[in-house]
């Protein structure tokens, strides 16, 4: 069903953390050239190893999505290293404060809208202007529950979430005559080596008990929904929002 991805090209933000070298491989493991986006670029190079060792082709390029020169200098060398126009682009990099609304500090909110809405506004526009000029393309803008849905103690992650949603519809709207798709992922919680401390806590274990499915995600839980909206099997498909999430959006009030 998928097989209209091979040898297109995509770029993964946040490719060297814990969803988005997933996202890497598992573009890969569809034929798809990846160049992984980052800023430790020390720990793309095994990443990289990792993809070729199982057949899959993949590059390494650096990018500070705080920064639109870097996000624009990284489309380049991606597309020189790829050989060609970036087709697919995974809007991943995500960063989370975690603090009470009344004690967050300008630093703290500041620094979560930077990297979790601005940058991901910097890497859809000069993805969609590139992909605009060839016709094509699909933009997976990687949003949260907490973009629909609220939680305590993130409010400008939630806030950040909420506006990456609306954009994804405001591109899509904007640039759905040009051939580009814009579709935002939106996660439950999912089980990667930063929380898998938490998720084995009490509380950890007390938030499992409120997922209608009593379980949180693996990061391969999202792999339809991703290869589906990177292929033409979406080509209906813009300015949607796929929630992957075990129900948890749909959890009782
Ligand atoms: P993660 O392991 O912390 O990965 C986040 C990645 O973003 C890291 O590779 C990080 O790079 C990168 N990043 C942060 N700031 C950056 C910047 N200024 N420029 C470029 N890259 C930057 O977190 P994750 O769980 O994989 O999350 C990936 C995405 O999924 C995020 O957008 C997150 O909000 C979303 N999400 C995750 C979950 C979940 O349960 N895990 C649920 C819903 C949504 P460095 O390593 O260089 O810091």
Redesign the pocket.
């Known amino acids: 069903m998928f097989e209209d991805l091979r040898g297109k090209r995509a770029l993964v ?8 070298s997933h996202f890497a491989r598992v573009l890969a493991g569809a034929g798809v050239r990846v160049a992984l986006a ?3 670029i020390e ?1 793309g190079e095994p990443a990289v190893a990792q993809i070729e060792q199982e057949g899959g082709a993949a590059c390494v390029v650096s ?4 920064s639109t020169a870097s996000v624009t200098d990284a489309f380049e060398a991606a597309e020189s290293q790829l050989g060609g126009p970036v087709q697919i682009v995974v809007n ?5 404060v975690t603090r009470p609304a009344a004690e967050c500090d300008e630093d703290d909110w500041q620094s979560v809208i930077d ?2 809405l601005n ?1 991901a506004w910097r890497v859809a526009q000069t993805a969609g202007q590139r992909m605009i000029a060839h016709g094509q393309g699909s933009i997976i803008n ?4 907490l973009g629909l849905r609220v939680a305590q103690q993130v409010p400008a992650y939630a806030a950040a ?1 909420a506006g990456l949603i609306h954009l994804t519809q405001a591109l899509a709207l904007e640039w759905a005559r040009h051939g580009v798709r814009v579709n935002a992922l939106a ?4 089980e ?1 080596d ?2 898998r401390e938490f998720f084995a806590s009490e509380a950890g274990q007390a938030l499992i008990r409120r997922v209608p499915q009593r379980r949180i995600g693996q990061p391969e839980h999202l792999d339809g929904a991703l290869l589906l909206l990177a292929s033409d099997a979406a080509t209906f498909m813009t300015g949607a929002v796929l929630a992957v999430d075990g129900g948890h959006l749909v959890s009782s009030l």
């Open positions: 933000t946040g490719a060297f953390g814990g969803l988005g980052g800023r430790r720990a990018m500070d999505v705080t991943n990099a995500g960063i989370a990297v979790n940058g990687i949003a949260s529950i979430k996660p439950g919680y999912i990667t930063l929380n």
